[in-house]
């Protein structure tokens, strides 16, 4: 039997956040290119010994990137945008780095778990956005009929260099044509009608002369990324598909074409059809598809099933991927290839790194590196040379975690089965609580509020260091949070504002915080994954049922109450964003689990209302991008991610006003399900598009209350009364103007209190200027 292992692609962050830290350092001009580009090096030899080390065939090259691998393409591809004038002179490093920051150096900043360019005093960044349903984030070609491709691939033929000289089999691997076209966005001024498709025809030779490189310097596999074959594609880009690959083909170099996250339903057939040595698909988001693939599949491609999870962190059923394999080897007569299912950049480095982790627990868990193991595990077992003491291993990891009663509770389970109808319904329809809470709140027209967070101090988070790290009492450590709650109802009071905050100086993170306080998650130590060039997060593991032992919030808020006689707002973060954001254990519905969320943040929505906070806020900035890639289920996604939200916010009597948070997503194709969450008031970004998003909101005729963001808290510059009144008066054009709130456009905590206090100032004058015109 004839079986090959690889992988699609490896996390380039480092097994200690290596290249963070040198790329933070070369940008504050600390580290030199040459210092950075040695980096570079020593990370990708380390992980390609780690590859080699685990039996894999081959090596993959051209999987690390600086910042990102679409960036790398701009570059590879020649067509970085003219709007940054690069001079002849300057290093492609640092034309890189300008793509990705802008031409100024300003910090990026990140609020409601995004990431977000500094817009330059010159020229700003590429946009950035989410790759697929990930929470990794690329930055975004620009493509106009201007665009011209050139190949300028010294730094990918270096690093297979690089490989080889070290002795290894390389697979080089690459994005796709026609997937790299789909990622760009048109950028046409004065022009409409330009479609990117159009670039296809001169973009094929420079990848057919990139292949023809990559064949002349001994490589014998290129890896081409087509992950748009699992999306909903317009007749055109699934037409181009085989008259593409048919001219790749004639370079005469083996490609795999590679497909994952989605499966390929209409596109099965075609993809199977299309002429490349092999294909990849991706076993773990669509199963049903392998024995059609296999069948389509014609007898001399090679069929590589990404068998292990690269999206999450659970350990693979080692007998069950086995008893998958098996008949799919049987019909390709032995031959077959194993690999992730993806790139196994969405998952952290390595579980050695886990110390102080649970031993149960971690036992359940693969990162990384013991992914590679698991690959060559079932390699030896399909080829019959089984590994009996890996595969006893994860036998009793696999039951185990099975049969834990700290998995299972059975108290959470008839919870969920003693669920009524209308568990997830307020007790009146809008109209009748918007009256009823307007008596009772008596807020003056367009109330102004933010979103929840104030600036994060270094005085913060030294305090929560020396707590964590047990150099500060308990007693004095909520004596500080104490004291900077009250500083910041406070500033709000002498603002002016119409309704507080808290200002959340107790959190870490609007996911972190809450986690650390419910049953069913944990938390690691270095399980950082990276999210945008040295931006990485730590997303919590979900092991098991969620229920919360007691009130997470109730003190904190309760305290900011009793300082001011003007309503404080509840701030929780609702269970889809949990989710979202979390690493979700695989062995029930992931709607099961934001089930248990929502219960769990219900009961907190109920102690706070008991203690007489009559505003609460249920953060949703994820709801979106829980959405599956294909169209076809966004409705079922919808139906349960919508009820887990009513769910939560539901349990309080008409009085009680509900909030939710959304932010930088486009909500006008699901407005709809929107205003099905039926939260009272619905606080969203727009100030960045000047207030367009609004414009859907108001043909949909959206029926509850809206708080438009009035300025970007993530650009340093300062929004003027002027400028704020304008958008207001834009709002007011499309939303009925009583039912319009003031409010910035995301939380402040990024922000220092100087600008914060500045940009506050002018918005309550705005909505004193929109009060006094009405």
């Given at each position: 039997?004839?079986?090959?292992?690889?992988?699609?692609?490896?996390?380039?962050?480092?097994?200690?956040?290596?290249?963070?830290?040198?790329?933070?350092?070369?940008?504050?001009?600390?580290?030199?290119?040459?210092?950075?580009?040695?980096?570079?090096?020593?990370?990708?030899?380390?992980?390609?010994?780690?590859?080699?080390?685990a039996?894999l065939?081959?090596?993959?090259?051209?999987?690390?990137a600086?910042?990102?691998?679409?960036?790398?393409?701009?570059?590879?591809?020649?067509?970085?945008?003219?709007?940054f004038?690069?001079a002849?002179?300057?290093?492609?490093?640092?034309?890189y780095?300008?793509?990705?920051?802008?031409a100024?150096t300003?910090?990026?900043?990140?609020?409601?778990?995004?990431?977000?360019?500094?817009?330059?005093?010159?020229t700003?960044?590429?946009?950035?956005?989410?790759?697929?349903?990930?929470?990794?984030?690329?930055?975004?070609?620009?493509?106009?009929?201007?665009?011209?491709f050139?190949?300028?691939?010294?730094?990918?033929?270096?690093?297979?260099?690089?490989?080889?000289?070290?002795?290894?089999?390389?697979?080089?691997?690459?994005?796709?044509?026609?997937?790299?076209?789909?990622?760009?966005?048109?950028?046409?001024?004065?022009?409409?009608?330009?479609?990117?498709?159009?670039?296809?025809?001169?973009l094929?030779?420079?990848?057919?002369?990139?292949?023809?490189?990559?064949?002349?310097?001994?490589?014998?596999?290129?890896?081409?990324?087509?992950?748009?074959?699992?999306?909903?594609?317009?007749?055109?880009?699934?037409?181009?598909?085989e008259?593409?690959?048919?001219?790749?083909?004639?370079?005469g170099?083996?490609?795999?074409?590679?497909?994952?996250?989605?499966?390929?339903?209409?596109?099965?057939?075609?993809?199977?059809?299309?002429p490349?040595?092999?294909?990849?698909?991706?076993?773990?988001?669509?199963?049903?598809?392998?024995?059609?693939v296999?069948?389509?599949?014609?007898?001399?491609?090679?069929?590589?099933?990404?068998?292990?999870?690269g999206?999450?962190?659970?350990?693979?059923?080692?007998?069950?991927?086995?008893?998958?394999?098996?008949?799919?080897?049987?019909?390709?007569?032995g031959?077959?290839?194993?690999?992730?299912?993806?790139?196994?950049?969405?998952?952290?480095?390595?579980l050695?790194?886990e110390?102080?982790?649970?031993?149960?627990?971690?036992s359940?868990?693969?990162?990384?590196?013991?992914?590679?193991?698991?690959?060559?595990?079932?390699?030896?077992?399909?080829?019959?040379?089984?590994?009996?003491?890996?595969?006893?291993?994860?036998?009793?990891?696999?039951?185990?975690?099975?049969?834990?009663?700290?998995?299972?509770?059975?108290?959470?389970?008839q919870?969920?089965?003693?669920?009524?109808?209308?568990?997830?319904?307020?007790?009146s329809?809008?109209?009748?609580?918007?009256?009823?809470?307007?008596?009772?709140?008596?807020?003056?027209?367009?109330?102004?509020?933010?979103?929840?967070?104030?600036?994060?101090?270094?005085?913060?988070r030294?305090?929560?260091?020396?707590?964590?790290?047990?150099e500060?009492?308990?007693?004095?450590?909520?004596?500080?949070?104490?004291?900077?709650?009250?500083?910041?109802?406070?500033?709000?009071?002498?603002?002016?504002?119409?309704?507080?905050?808290?200002g959340?100086?107790?959190?870490?993170?609007?996911?972190?915080?809450?986690?650390?306080?419910?049953?069913?998650?944990?938390?690691?130590?270095?399980?950082?994954?990276?999210?945008?060039?040295?931006?990485?997060?730590?997303?919590?593991?979900?092991?098991?049922?969620?229920?919360?032992?007691?009130?997470?919030t109730?003190?904190?808020?309760?305290?900011?109450?009793?300082?001011?006689?003007?309503?404080?707002k509840?701030?929780?973060?609702?269970?889809?964003?949990?989710?979202?954001?979390?690493?979700?254990?695989?062995?029930?519905?992931?709607?099961?689990?934001?089930?248990?969320?929502a219960?769990a943040?219900?009961?907190?929505?109920?102690?706070?209302?008991?203690?007489?906070?009559?505003?609460?806020?249920?953060?949703?900035p994820?709801?979106?991008?829980?959405?599956?890639?294909?169209?076809?289920?966004?409705?079922?996604?919808?139906?349960?991610?919508?009820r887990?939200?009513?769910i939560?916010?539901?349990?309080?009597?008409?009085?009680?006003?509900?909030?939710?948070?959304?932010?930088?997503?486009?909500?006008?194709?699901?407005?709809p399900?929107?205003?099905?969450?039926?939260?009272?008031?619905?606080?969203i970004?727009?100030?960045?598009?000047?207030?367009?998003?609004?414009?859907?909101?108001?043909?949909?005729?959206?029926?509850?209350?809206?708080?438009?963001?009035?300025?970007?808290?993530?650009?340093?510059r300062?929004?003027?009364t002027?400028?704020m009144v304008?958008?207001?008066?834009?709002?007011?054009?499309?939303?009925?103007?009583?039912?319009?709130?003031?409010?910035?456009d995301?939380?402040?905590?990024?922000?220092?209190?100087?600008?914060t206090?500045?940009?506050?100032?002018?918005?309550?004058?705005?909505a004193?200027?929109?009060?006094?015109?009405?």
């Amino acid at each position: 039997m004839t079986v090959h292992t690889h992988i699609l692609g490896f996390p380039r962050i480092g097994a200690a956040r290596e290249l963070k830290l040198a790329l933070e350092s070369h940008w504050r001009g600390e580290v030199s290119e040459a210092a950075l580009e040695a980096t570079g090096r020593q990370l990708r030899a380390r992980h390609w010994a780690l590859q080699r080390d685990a039996g894999l065939d081959y090596v993959t090259v051209g999987d690390f990137a600086f910042y990102d691998q679409v960036a790398n393409h701009i570059q590879l591809l020649g067509c970085e945008p003219a709007r940054f004038s690069f001079a002849p002179e300057q290093s492609p490093l640092s034309r890189y780095f300008t793509m990705a920051r802008g031409a100024d150096t300003h910090a990026a900043h990140a609020g409601c778990g995004h990431a977000h360019h500094a817009h330059a005093a010159g020229t700003a960044a590429l946009e950035m956005t989410k790759w697929f349903d990930t929470n990794y984030h690329y930055l975004v070609p620009e493509l106009s009929p201007q665009t011209r491709f050139s190949l300028a691939c010294e730094r990918l033929l270096a690093e297979v260099a690089e490989a080889q000289a070290l002795g290894h089999q390389v697979k080089a691997a690459l994005i796709g044509p026609l997937t790299f076209l789909w990622l760009g966005k048109e950028k046409t001024p004065g022009e409409s009608s330009f479609d990117r498709l159009a670039l296809l025809e001169q973009l094929l030779p420079v990848y057919g002369a990139l292949l023809d490189r990559l064949k002349q310097q001994g490589v014998a596999w290129v890896q081409l990324d087509e992950p748009i074959l699992g999306l909903d594609l317009p007749g055109a880009w699934r037409s181009a598909f085989e008259s593409a690959y048919w001219q790749l083909n004639q370079v005469g170099i083996n490609i795999l074409l590679a497909t994952y996250f989605s499966p390929l339903e209409e596109n099965l057939s075609l993809t199977c059809r299309l002429p490349v040595a092999g294909l990849h698909v991706d076993g773990i988001r669509a199963p049903h598809e392998l024995i059609s693939v296999t069948d389509w599949l014609p007898a001399h491609k090679v069929l590589s099933v990404g068998i292990v999870d690269g999206r999450n962190i659970w350990r693979t059923d080692l007998d069950e991927a086995l008893a998958v394999l098996q008949p799919l080897a049987a019909k390709r007569n032995g031959h077959l290839w194993l690999a992730p299912s993806c790139s196994l950049l969405h998952v952290p480095f390595s579980l050695a790194a886990e110390t102080e982790l649970d031993g149960d627990i971690q036992s359940w868990l693969a990162f990384a590196t013991e992914k590679l193991s698991e690959i060559a595990v079932l390699k030896g077992a399909l080829a019959g040379r089984p590994d009996d003491a890996a595969l006893a291993a994860s036998r009793l990891a696999i039951a185990g975690r099975r049969a834990s009663p700290r998995v299972h509770r059975p108290q959470v389970a008839q919870r969920l089965q003693a669920l009524t109808p209308t568990i997830d319904r307020r007790d009146s329809s809008f109209p009748q609580r918007q009256a009823m809470q307007r008596a009772r709140l008596q807020l003056p027209d367009f109330p102004t509020t933010t979103i929840g967070s104030f600036p994060q101090t270094a005085a913060i988070r030294a305090a929560r260091a020396s707590f964590k790290r047990g150099e500060l009492a308990v007693n004095d450590y909520e004596q500080q949070m104490r004291a900077e709650i009250a500083h910041a109802v406070s500033r709000q009071e002498a603002l002016g504002l119409d309704v507080l905050v808290h200002g959340e100086a107790e959190r870490n993170d609007m996911v972190e915080y809450f986690g650390e306080q419910l049953d069913g998650f944990i938390f690691t130590r270095h399980g950082w994954v990276q999210s945008y060039g040295s931006r990485c997060v730590k997303p919590p593991v979900i092991y098991g049922d969620v229920q919360r032992p007691t009130a997470m919030t109730v003190e904190w808020t309760v305290h900011a109450q009793s300082l001011t006689h003007k309503p404080v707002k509840g701030m929780l973060t609702g269970p889809v964003t949990i989710l979202q954001w979390s690493f979700v254990r695989d062995d029930q519905p992931r709607a099961t689990t934001a089930l248990q969320l929502a219960l769990a943040m219900r009961d907190e929505v109920q102690d706070l209302e008991t203690a007489g906070i009559g505003i609460i806020q249920i953060d949703e900035p994820a709801i979106r991008e829980g959405l599956p890639l294909r169209r076809g289920r966004w409705d079922a996604y919808l139906d349960w991610a919508t009820r887990a939200f009513r769910i939560a916010a539901s349990v309080v009597s008409d009085t009680t006003q509900i909030h939710t948070h959304m932010c930088y997503a486009e909500f006008n194709d699901i407005l709809p399900q929107i205003a099905a969450m039926d939260a009272d008031v619905i606080t969203i970004e727009t100030s960045r598009s000047d207030m367009e998003l609004l414009k859907g909101f108001g043909q949909f005729q959206y029926p509850n209350e809206i708080g438009p963001g009035v300025y970007d808290i993530h650009s340093p510059r300062l929004p003027s009364t002027l400028d704020m009144v304008k958008l207001l008066q834009k709002a007011s054009a499309v939303i009925p103007p009583a039912n319009l709130w003031v409010n910035p456009d995301c939380g402040l905590k990024t922000r220092g209190w100087a600008e914060t206090e500045a940009a506050l100032k002018n918005m309550v004058a705005a909505a004193q200027q929109m009060r006094a015109a009405a």
